[in-house]
């Protein structure tokens, strides 16, 4: 006989089938629980170093980390193929519709804050930017395409001409400063180069003279220069942990773990840990702005 199982039915067997996805056997120990974490590149620096440092809290617990971009994990969480998502955006419309769609509502986590630092080559002698600068330089139609336009003269790039550097679409990256600099309804420049990752962004601008790239504050090396970036009150605020905690840096964002559904068991027990102080001191060393303030000494 035919039936239809209900949103609730669907959303248990959903989170049943991660619990599976997160047994596994490891080598000749026993079996060991195995967390499923894929998702923004952003993240995946500190999420490594919080697998790693969790080990020590409960061996009996391995997370498993990937990268692949906000979209790619929270397209997996959706399809209950990982247990957590990183995102370094908010989930779309259309996500949340195709998870409820899968009996899943998806609970969101703020791990922390992220300064969405502007690279340019340490050669750059450019000092501040505005956010009409960045959109001229990276919006479609946008009449900035020298570095004479922004009143300097780069060592280097003979050419003057600026090298546009971006990240590829399925990054959170890509569509928070998307939102943030070029307007909901704005769309890139042709021609830029998409990048797959936060650390080729870097890598590019830092030996390239003519170019400009954006990416998470962690990133930063001392071999690129970062302006401070003018608010609309005119103040031009550093990109730094404290002026994301704060809001006064103009690009400044959460970060994400999503979960299907309130985590559970192992998963809980992780994310509680990522909160506590001790995972936060973690994301903290790493560059970025911790969710709530904490003491590391």
Not at 26 to 36: E, H, K, M, P, S
Request: glycine share 10%.
């Amino acid at each position: 006989m035919a039936y239809h199982r209900s949103a609730a039915s669907l959303t248990l067997l959903a989170t049943m089938f991660a619990a599976t996805l997160a047994l596994s056997a490891c080598g000749g120990a026993g079996n060991r629980t195995v967390i499923q974490n894929k998702g923004s590149d952003t993240l995946v620096n500190v999420a490594q170093a919080w697998a790693e440092n969790y080990r020590a809290v409960n061996p009996d617990v391995a997370v498993a980390v990937t990268g692949g971009g906000s979209g790619t994990g929270i397209s997996a969480m959706i399809n209950a193929t990982v247990d957590i998502a990183n995102a370094s955006r908010t989930m779309k419309d259309s996500e949340l519709e195709a998870a409820r769609a899968n009996g899943i509502e998806p609970i969101e986590h703020i791990v922390g804050y992220d300064a969405l630092a502007v690279f340019l080559h340490e050669d750059n002698p450019l000092s501040e930017i505005t956010l009409p600068q960045l959109a001229g330089i990276y919006g479609d139609g946008g009449e900035i395409q020298s570095w004479s336009q922004l009143g300097v003269t780069v060592p280097g790039c003979d050419s003057d001409e600026i090298v546009v550097v971006s990240r590829q679409n399925n990054s959170g990256t890509y569509e928070y400063f998307q939102e943030t600099v070029l307007g909901k309804d704005g769309d890139f420049r042709l021609g830029t180069n998409d990048l797959h990752g936060s650390k080729d962004v870097v890598d590019l601008v830092e030996n390239t003279p003519c170019a400009i790239g954006y990416s998470g504050l962690a990133y930063a090396i001392p071999e690129v220069h970062m302006p401070c970036v003018v608010d609309t009150s005119g103040n031009c605020i550093t990109p730094s942990s404290e002026t994301a905690i704060d809001g006064s840096y103009p690009i400044a964002r959460p970060l994400f773990m999503y979960t299907a559904g309130e985590p559970q068991g192992a998963v809980g027990d992780y994310l509680a840990w990522v909160l506590s102080a001790e995972g936060q001191c973690i994301i903290a060393e790493k560059g970025y702005a911790p969710a709530e303030p904490v003491d590391c000494g």
